[in-house]
């Protein structure tokens, strides 16, 4: 099974990393966020990525055509290329990674039709390359398996980004401090049989989680799988910082491997 991975945005809102290199580059721990993701997937035997690039993707591209060194202390005889000594071995010795251009501009839904060859027929996982969670991928994939529609969307209760106050009779009760909401929303963490790209075609000006999705909705063949666990999307500088505070505390939930 190959995952899929959303990794062409601008990431305006985090100006301050993205204004250099695409955001799933941007790193928690010296190592890209897309890393920690991919890892992610490994631990559950899922090494076959595609990445979608778009907005700075030769960085991407760079990164994993020279990954190894990247990763690696080596010994280099300068003057001759062939003369390359790695030292040691990395641990994802085994990843297969497709790189794929799909447009500077293009929107999530354009983003995945446009690797339709890379995925071969199968069905297949996509989901955004800046979000990390500790989801259990193999009970995702069995929930899909088992209900049997076209998509699987997952979805989680995120934390409230502002503390609460609750008042009665015009007076302060008690504060709440970024209580976990009781509505749903996406994880962007999706599963797709390859009939989903009926529903993406000509899709370079949709996004993914519109007009696609909700039609499959409508059809009813979007199930979602609820996530009850750690999920965070790193969409401003102030969650990359955070990610980074909890990797170096030692208390990374997303460090499944």
């Not at 993914?208 to 401003?236: I, K, N, S, V």
Request: proline share 4%; charged share 30%.
């Amino acid at each position: 099974m190959k995952a899929v991975l959303l990794a062409g945005g601008l990431g305006t809102r985090m100006r301050e990393e993205t204004e250099f290199r695409p955001k799933p580059m941007v790193e928690v721990g010296g190592k890209p966020v897309l890393w920690h993701l991919m890892k992610s997937f490994s631990a559950y035997s899922i090494t076959d990525f595609v990445i979608c690039v778009g907005y700075k993707g030769e960085q991407i591209k760079e990164y994993f055509l020279n990954y190894a060194a990247h990763n690696n202390d080596f010994t280099i005889t300068l003057g001759k290329s062939s003369d390359l000594v790695f030292h040691d071995d990395h641990l994802e010795s085994d990843w297969h990674v497709t790189v794929a251009d799909t447009g500077s501009t293009t929107l999530t839904a354009g983003r995945v039709e446009r690797i339709e060859r890379f995925v071969e027929g199968e069905r297949f996982i996509v989901t955004y390359g800046d979000g990390l969670a500790d989801l259990d991928v193999s009970k995702l994939l069995a929930f899909h398996a088992e209900h049997g529609r076209k998509a699987t969307i997952t979805t989680v209760r995120p934390l409230s980004r502002f503390g609460l106050v609750d008042v009665e009779d015009s007076l302060v009760k008690r504060f709440r401090e970024k209580p976990q909401m009781d509505d749903w929303v996406s994880a962007g963490f999706f599963v797709f049989e390859p009939s989903v790209f009926d529903y993406l075609r000509n899709g370079d000006d949709m996004m993914l989680e519109q007009e696609p999705l909700e039609r499959l909705a409508a059809e009813r063949e979007l199930a979602a799988y609820r996530h009850d666990g750690f999920w965070q999307p790193m969409d401003t500088y102030r969650e990359s910082v955070l990610l980074n505070e909890m990797w170096d505390r030692g208390t990374a939930p997303w460090k499944v491997w």
